[in-house]
């Protein structure tokens, strides 16, 4: 199995509302990323969680906050976006982190996310 | 500063043709470059990865070169078909700042 499970696959939120996108892997993998991507640009990483503990925060404002319950388990927790926070958010995951190996990152489909 | 940038955002080829898409990057001393493809609105599937002491990968119909030298990772697709056509994403490891960057991409369309 070398799928990454992203949910949902669409969500509409207002300026004021709390959601979480959430992402699974049942690879094994201790690495888990989350990018964003904006229409026609590449993905941008935000988060980076390995062994089950944040080591990268790319400066991502206050109002994302990354969770990691589980070796398998990656949510991402949202409250009081801005409308341009609308993107196509990206989940991946990687044996072990990128820095230890030179390794292959799995992606998840995506959660598109429009902000109103 | 630091980027890298792939050829053009969009490339047309006919069928049967190679499609050669470039990767150019300035300031990174990269362990290793990958290749990933992304379909309209899903993630990146990766493709093929080559270190920084590999000249050539290849896996079917695709082939990577890796130079070094001249700071450009090459990208070819033998005998394109209409399947192909999707945006093409390198990524690089940079190995002095640990970070995992993207490129521009490219979108490859193939013409029947």
């Known amino acids: 199995d070398t799928e990454v499970t992203q949910t949902p696959k669409h969500l509409v939120m207002g300026m004021t509302n709390k959601k979480s996108l959430k992402c699974e892997q049942h690879m094994g993998h201790r690495a888990m990323y989350w990018y964003k991507q904006k229409a026609k640009k590449p993905p941008e990483l935000m988060f980076v969680y390995s062994y089950e503990k944040l080591s990268i925060n790319e400066s991502v404002p206050s109002r994302f906050s990354p969770e990691c319950p589980n070796s398998s388990l990656l949510n991402l927790h949202l409250h009081a976006l801005q409308p341009e926070d609308s993107a196509l958010y990206l989940c991946?995951?990687?044996?072990?982190?990128?820095?230890?190996?030179?390794?292959?990152?799995?992606f998840g489909p995506g959660t598109r996310l429009l902000v109103l | 500063s630091q980027k890298i940038e792939q050829n053009s955002e969009a490339l047309n080829i006919q069928e049967g043709k190679t499609a050669t898409l470039t990767c150019n990057y300035t300031?990174?001393?990269?362990?290793?470059l990958q290749w990933y493809r992304q379909d309209p609105g899903r993630g990146p599937v990766f493709l093929l990865l080559?270190?920084?002491?590999?000249k050539e990968k290849r896996k079917e119909r695709l082939k990577v070169t890796f130079d070094t030298t001249l700071k450009q990772s090459l990208f070819h697709i033998t005998a394109s078909q209409p399947a192909d056509s999707a945006t093409y994403l390198c990524?690089?490891?940079?190995?002095?700042?640990?970070?995992?960057?993207f490129g521009t991409g490219t979108r490859l369309k193939v013409l029947a």
């Open positions: 990524a690089l490891f940079d190995s002095g700042t640990y970070k995992y960057i």
């Open positions: 080559i270190r920084e002491n590999e």
């Open positions: 300031n990174y001393s990269p362990a290793y």
């Open positions: 991946a995951s990687s044996q072990v982190p990128l820095w230890q190996k030179q390794e292959t990152q799995y």
